[in-house]
Structures are given as structure tokens and as C-alpha cells.
């Protein structure tokens, strides 16, 4: 089955304690991303990445970090939490192939919260 | 700036009634427009996607058609069921993957 899959679903941590959230595709998509959701606002985008070793910052990347080693593996890293990264956030990935309706797929979402 | 803008915020149906979402935006370049169901606490998951050249896309009891002139949205659903109740959330697709989301109607449908 086509699937994205992040772990952990829900998380709870301490402020300044390392995390790092996982997120993995099996559909061989080049592009993957982070987003994060806050209530009465959108979905925005915190990093992107349109291949293996190719990321970049999306809209509120600040506090996060991400890498591409592999293909389907596209881990979101929090150095140093804060509460103001508490929040649900999604892994998606879709096929970068120029297209003008190329389909994005969502993971199921990490509530994290930091206390 | 580039925006969506969907309204209403919320809105309360009974079962088996009809219902409009509604979406602008000001996205440049532009893409193509998704719409996507978002049940609580869970990933969005794709409904329709229309380019610029596609007015209208049906995806079973869902509709959304596309007004690229005036830069317009709809989501159309007929007959609604208990199972609809979610957040519908209007994204335009831009540049290179990048997608721009609305904050989405929240829709709850009672018996």
C-alpha cells in the first residue's frame, strides 16, 4: 500500500531536549516535505526536499533542521524544543516530475508538545 | 502576497443536505488547485485537483469546479452523510511542488 508513515504519533517533551521525528515514503517520490499545522492557520511549510542531499527552507524553518540520505527516509530534527513548536505536524511526498497535477501524499501527523 | 482565503469558517448541515464550500486565492504562478479532507486529528487526503485548463472535477458525491478568470473555488457536496465531517481545506499548487493552504471550512453534519 502507498503510504507515508512518521513516528511517533504523539509526543510529549521537555523544553531544550533533542527530538527528532521520522518520516518515510514508499512510493519512490523525489519530493518530500515538513508542514506544521497551528490553529486558524494553514498548513505551512517548514522544509522541503526535491531529491537525495537536496533541502531547502520553506516558509518557518527556524528551530528545525532536515536531512536526505536516503530517498523514502526524511527525518524533521528539533535541536532544541520550545513551546512554540508545539504542534501537529506533517510529513507529505509527491513525485517531482514537473506536472501540473502531481498528487501530494500526507502522513498521518506527530502532535508534539513541548512543556 | 500569496493567499487562500476559504469561507465559510464553519458550517453545521443535516444529513443528506447539499453544501458549498467556497475558496479565492491570489497565487502567482499558478499551478492547479486541490482541494483536500482533513478528519481530526489526522493527514489530509486528496479529493480533486484541477489545473487552468479544468473548470470542474467530480470525485464521487464531491464536486469542485474552477474559475481561473476570477480566481474562484467551489466545493460542491451533494447529499451529505455523518461521514463528511471534517475540515475542507482549498490548497493551490505554485511553483515547483510548493502548496499554499487555506485555513479550511469546518464542516459537521447531524443527523
Known amino acids: 500500500e502507498a503510504q507515508v508513515t512518521q513516528n511517533p504519533r504523539y509526543l510529549i517533551t521537555v523544553t531544550g531536549k533533542k527530538l527528532t521525528v521520522t518520516c518515510s515514503q514508499n512510493?519512490?517520490?523525489?519530493?518530500m516535505s515538513w508542514y506544521r499545522q497551528d490553529p486558524g492557520l494553514g498548513l505551512r511549510q517548514i522544509y522541503y526536499?526535491?531529491?537525495?542531499?537536496?533541502?531547502d527552507k520553506g516558509d518557518v524553518p527556524e528551530g528545525y533542521k532536515v536531512s536526505r540520505k536516503e530517498k523514502r527516509n526524511f527525518p524533521l530534527i528539533l535541536e532544541s524544543p520550545s513551546p512554540n513548536q508545539t504542534s501537529l505536524y506533517f510529513c507529505a511526498s509527491s513525485p517531482f516530475t514537473g506536472a501540473l497535477n502531481t498528487e501530494a501524499f500526507f502522513g498521518q501527523g506527530t502532535r508534539l508538545t513541548v512543556v | 502576497k500569496n493567499q487562500v482565503e476559504q469561507s465559510p469558517q464553519s458550517l453545521i448541515i443535516l444529513e443528506g443536505k447539499n453544501c458549498t464550500l467556497q475558496?479565492?486565492?491570489?497565487?502567482?504562478?499558478?499551478?492547479?488547485l486541490r482541494w483536500y479532507k482533513q478528519d481530526t486529528g489526522r493527514g489530509p487526503v486528496s479529493l480533486t485537483i484541477?489545473?487552468?485548463?479544468?473548470n470542474t472535477k467530480s470525485n464521487g458525491r464531491y464536486t469542485a469546479t474552477l474559475d481561473a478568470d476570477t480566481k474562484q473555488s467551489s466545493l460542491h457536496i451533494t447529499a451529505s452523510q455523518l461521514s463528511d465531517s471534517a475540515s475542507y481545506i482549498c490548497?493551490?499548487?505554485?511553483?515547483?511542488?510548493?502548496?499554499?493552504f487555506g485555513t479550511g471550512t469546518l464542516l459537521a453534519v447531524q443527523p
Open positions: 490548497v493551490v499548487g505554485g511553483a515547483t511542488n510548493k502548496l499554499i
Open positions: 512510493m519512490n517520490h523525489e519530493y
Open positions: 484541477m489545473t487552468f485548463s479544468e
Open positions: 526536499s526535491m531529491n537525495v542531499e537536496v533541502t
Open positions: 475558496c479565492n486565492y491570489t497565487v502567482s504562478p499558478f499551478s492547479n
